[in-house]
């Protein structure tokens, strides 16, 4: 079984510029929920989908932004891009709907620099 | 929210001894609490998780134990070898839905 795919791995873009990362789940998994993850702040949960709808929101301002497919595949995006939304961002998938929690599993994540 | 303390923040052991890293929550409504394993560069792993109906979990050379009454739970590493060495987070879930919430993490050294 395959596990959770992000693309790009990597990618450098300009202060003021948007970017859009994609993940694809494990089959069969239809909830994808975004991290950021920094030196400074560690990991910090973006939002949650759970088919096609928002399930969670984070804290972070409306320039982060996201969606998901039909076929549970998800993308984030962020607009306006700002040095400090360098990171790594990381897409994690899950089985669950509600009731007891699954086991989270995460992709390898896309290493955004911002300059 | 929710929010999960993690300590110690570095750990540097030696070959064969174990380690020990200790999380405390605030939501008593989470009832899930995995342990993340990540090496440098690399996705974070699952490595253990317990769910709240449990007391303590155990595979292998590692072990969680949860205290729901307190709100705070515990990584154990045994016979620690060097390959043991990364950072590892503790987190901490709700129910309905998949949001966690990670400890700052805890760096580990296991020195040969």
């Known amino acids: 079984k395959a596990g959770v795919t992000q693309t790009p791995r990597y990618l450098i873009k300009t202060r003021g510029q948007q970017v859009t990362l994609s993940c694809s789940p494990i089959?069969?998994?239809?909830?994808v929920s975004w991290y950021q993850q920094t030196p400074g702040q560690g990991l910090q949960f973006l939002f949650e989908y759970f088919s096609e709808t928002q399930r969670n929101k984070g804290n972070f301002p409306g320039r982060f932004s996201g969606r998901q497919f039909s076929n549970s595949r998800s993308e984030m995006n962020v607009s306006t891009l700002e040095l400090g939304d360098s990171a790594l961002y990381l897409c994690?998938?899950?089985?669950?709907?509600?009731?007891?929690?699954?086991?989270?599993?995460f992709g390898e994540g896309s290493w955004l620099t911002v300059v | 929210g929710e929010n999960v303390e993690q300590h110690p923040s570095t750990l540097s052991v030696q070959e064969g001894d174990s380690a020990v890293i200790k999380c405390t929550y605030s939501?008593?409504?989470?009832?899930?609490f995995p342990w993340y394993k990540q090496e440098l560069g690399k996705r974070p792993q699952l490595i253990i998780d317990i769910r709240s109906n449990v007391g303590e979990k155990k595979d292998q050379r590692i072990a969680v134990t949860l205290n729901k009454t307190a709100k705070h739970f515990s990584l154990h590493i045994t016979e620690t070898q060097p390959e043991d060495s990364a950072v590892y987070f503790c987190a901490a879930i709700k129910a309905a839905g998949n949001k966690l919430t990670f400890g700052g993490g805890t760096r580990v050294l296991v020195k040969p």
């Open positions: 089959s069969g998994h239809r909830s």
């Open positions: 994690a998938s899950s089985s669950t709907g509600p009731g007891p929690q699954n086991t989270i599993y």
């Open positions: 939501d008593s409504a989470s009832n899930y």
